[in-house]
C-alpha cells in the first residue's frame, strides 16, 4: 500500500459501500427493534458478500468495511463486527470440523455468533476471569445428561456431544459472562473459561459453544448502546474436545489474537462516525444564519471544524497503519492496535461532542443524526480494552522494547 493513502479501487469500494448502508441496510436498520439482534439485516449483510469478506480478506478490508458502514449505518456495522469478532475465534483457530459446522452460517447470515470474555468479576482484568470449566469423570457426563431429560428438558444434546462417549476429555461450565454483545439471542459462543485455577492468563481455554447446550441461559440488558448486549449464566453446561478453540489453557491467546485484530477496526468504526458527524457539521455551519452572516463566518467556529478534521484524519491514518501491520505480520501490532483503537475512540467522542455543540439544540432532539452518534461514540471507549487499558498495553511494549535493545 502507498504510504496511507487508499488506491483508487479502495475508494471506490468505500464510496459504494456507504452507498450501500444508506439505500439498502438502514430501511432494515430502521426496522430493527432496539436490544434484539436484526436478524434480516445480518441476513442482508450475507447477501450482499460483506460477512464473506471478513474471512477471505485482511485488516485493512475489515476497517474500510466498518469505516464506510459506521457512516451511513452504525447498526450495520455493528452487525458486521459482531459476526466478526464471535466467528474470528472459530475461522483462525479451529478445526476443520468447526469451520465446516458454523463458518457457512456465519457468512450467509443465518447463525449469529458472540465472543463471551467479560464477566461481572473481570472486565478490563480479563486474565482473572472465573467461569469455571471442571473435567468430568468418564459415564459423569451421560448420567447428569439422562437425569436433566428425565427432569423434562425440552432440550436434546448435540450431534458433537452424542457422539462423545470416548475417554476423551469432557468439561462442565460454571458462571456468568455479561456484557455480551447479541447474548443471549446468538446462535453460538466463543466463550472463555477456567481450566487450570490459579494460572491467570495460562489457565483459560476458549470453547465454542452453541446456544442449545443444556444450562446455558441468559437475558438481555437495557444499555445506552443500541445493539443487544446481554448476561449469560452457565449451569454445568457440558463441552468436549471437540469445542475447544485452539489448545487447552491457550484460549488467552485467541482473545488477544481475536482483539489486536478487531482493535484497530473499532478505531475505524469511530473514525466513521467522526466522519459523519464532520461532514452534517460542515452543511449546517455553511447554511445556518448567525449573526447577520453564516456560522462558518465565525473565526471560532471555523477552526473548530478545522480541528474535527484534522484530528479525524491524523486517527484515520492510525487506524489503517495498524492494520497494514497487522496484515504485514509485524512485530508491533499489539502497540499500533491499541494505539489506533485509543486514538480514535477518544477522537470520535470529541468530534462528536463538538458536531453537537456546533448543531445546538436540533442536534439532540431524540432521532437526529447526532443524537444517534452521540449515543453510539460512548461505549468504544470502554469495550475491547478501555482506553486507560490500551495506555497500559502501549506503556508496557515500550519498556519490553527498551529492555530488548530494540
Ligand atoms: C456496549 C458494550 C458491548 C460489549 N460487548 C462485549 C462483548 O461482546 N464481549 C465481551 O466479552 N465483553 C463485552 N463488553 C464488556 C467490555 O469489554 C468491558 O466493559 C470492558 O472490558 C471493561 O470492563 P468493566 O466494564 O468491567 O470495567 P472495569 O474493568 O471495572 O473498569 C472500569 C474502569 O476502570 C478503569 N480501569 C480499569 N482498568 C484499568 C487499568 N489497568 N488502568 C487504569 N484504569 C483502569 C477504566 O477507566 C475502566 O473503564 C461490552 C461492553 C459494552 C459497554
Known amino acids: 500500500m502507498p504510504a496511507f493513502s487508499l488506491d483508487p479501487p479502495q475508494t471506490a469500494w468505500c464510496a459504494d459501500l456507504r452507498t450501500l448502508a444508506a439505500e439498502r441496510l438502514r430501511p432494515l436498520a430502521e426496522k430493527g427493534e432496539p436490544g434484539h439482534v436484526n436478524r434480516p439485516l445480518v441476513a442482508e449483510l450475507g447477501q450482499l458478500g460483506l460477512l464473506k469478506r471478513l474471512f477471505t480478506s485482511g485488516a485493512v478490508d475489515l476497517c474500510l468495511m466498518r469505516e464506510s458502514l459506521a457512516y451511513a449505518c452504525t447498526e450495520a456495522e455493528t452487525a458486521l463486527a459482531l459476526q466478526g469478532l464471535g466467528a474470528h475465534p472459530v475461522h483462525a483457530y479451529g478445526t476443520e470440523a468447526q469451520r465446516d459446522r458454523w463458518l457457512p452460517q456465519v457468512v450467509e447470515g443465518s447463525a449469529v455468533a458472540a465472543f463471551a470474555l467479560s464477566e461481572p468479576g473481570a472486565g478490563s482484568d480479563a486474565a482473572a476471569l472465573g467461569l469455571r470449566a471442571e473435567p468430568e469423570e468418564q459415564g459423569e457426563g451421560g448420567r447428569r445428561e439422562a437425569a436433566r431429560e428425565g427432569a423434562g428438558s425440552a432440550r436434546t444434546p448435540d450431534a458433537s456431544l452424542a457422539a462423545h462417549s ?88 485467541v482473545a488477544m489474537g481475536t482483539l489486536n485484530l478487531f482493535r484497530p477496526s ?141
Open 266 to 406: 473499532v478505531g475505524a468504526f469511530a473514525i466513521g462516525m467522526a466522519q459523519a458527524a464532520l461532514d452534517a457539521t460542515l452543511v449546517h455551519t455553511a447554511r445556518r444564519d448567525a449573526f447577520g452572516g453564516k456560522l462558518k463566518d465565525l473565526q471560532t467556529v471555523a477552526h473548530q471544524v478545522a480541528e474535527m478534521a484534522l484530528r479525524t484524519e491524523a486517527a484515520r491514518l492510525m487506524v489503517y497503519a495498524a492494520a497494514t501491520a497487522y496484515d504485514e505480520d509485524a512485530p508491533d501490532v499489539p502497540k499500533r492496535a491499541a494505539m489506533a483503537k485509543l486514538l480514535a475512540t477518544e477522537t470520535a467522542q470529541y468530534v462528536v461532542d463538538t458536531a453537537v455543540q456546533l448543531h445546538g439544540a436540533r442536534a439532540l432532539r431524540r432521532g437526529h443524526l447526532l443524537e444517534h452518534l452521540y449515543r453510539e461514540v460512548r461505549a468504544p471507549r470502554v469495550y475491547e480494552g478501555a482506553s486507560e487499558v490500551q495506555r497500559g498495553i502501549i506503556a508496557k511494549e515500550l519498556y519490553a522494547n527498551m529492555e530488548a535493545g530494540q
Open 166 to 253: 470416548d475417554g476423551r476429555t469432557r468439561w462442565r461450565l460454571t458462571g456468568e459472562k455479561c456484557w455480551i454483545s447479541n447474548a443471549p439471542e446468538a446462535d453460538f459462543y466463543t466463550v472463555f473459561a477456567r481450566t487450570t485455577p490459579g494460572a491467570g492468563a495460562r489457565g483459560v481455554t476458549a470453547f465454542l459453544v452453541p446456544a442449545d447446550r443444556p444450562g446455558l441461559t441468559g437475558t438481555g440488558l437495557d444499555m445506552l448502546s443500541p445493539h443487544p448486549i446481554g448476561a449469560l449464566t452457565f449451569d454445568a453446561v457440558p463441552v468436549t474436545a471437540d469445542d475447544v478453540l485452539g489448545e487447552p489453557d491457550r484460549g488467552f491467546r
